[in-house]
């Protein structure tokens, strides 16, 4: 089964810079979208950045200038650099994997990690 751990969450003073990692573990070929999603406490959920296998890349406009999606194809990993961090990016992030290609030419349409707590204090 593929599974999706994300860490580098923690406590962060505004302001301050924070990296979070998440890697794919399992059988898999290919992977044609990774990215992050975050969650604020009584919000829903929303995208902040995903990134293509070749590359291109979407963030949501609140984080635009401040975060950066990367990404290791060959470790099946994804990165984001979190700098000029607000109390508003508190949240739990989440890593999300679309379009897996796993075993058997087993396909998985999305898979989730659990979240890494993100607490940005004033």
């Known amino acids: 089964q593929v599974r999706l751990v994300e860490s580098g969450g923690r406590l962060v003073q505004a302001g301050g810079s924070l990296r979070l990692s998440c890697a794919a573990s399992?059988?898999?070929?290919?992977?044609?979208?990774m990215g992050w999603y975050r969650q604020a406490p009584g919000k829903q959920r929303e995208l902040v950045a995903v990134?293509?296998?070749?590359?291109?890349?979407n963030y949501t406009d609140s984080v635009k200038g401040r975060f950066t999606i990367s990404r290791d194809n060959a470790k099946n990993a994804v990165y984001l650099q979190m700098n000029s961090l607000k109390p508003e990016d508190t949240a739990v992030y989440y890593c999300?994997?679309?379009?897996?290609?796993?075993?058997?030419?087993?396909?998985?349409?999305?898979?989730w990690g659990q979240g890494t707590l993100v607490t940005v204090s004033s």
């Open positions: 399992g059988i898999i070929f290919s992977i044609t979208a």
């Open positions: 999300n994997a679309a379009g897996v290609r796993g075993f058997v030419g087993i396909r998985y349409p999305e898979v």
């Open positions: 990134m293509l296998s070749g590359g291109s890349t």
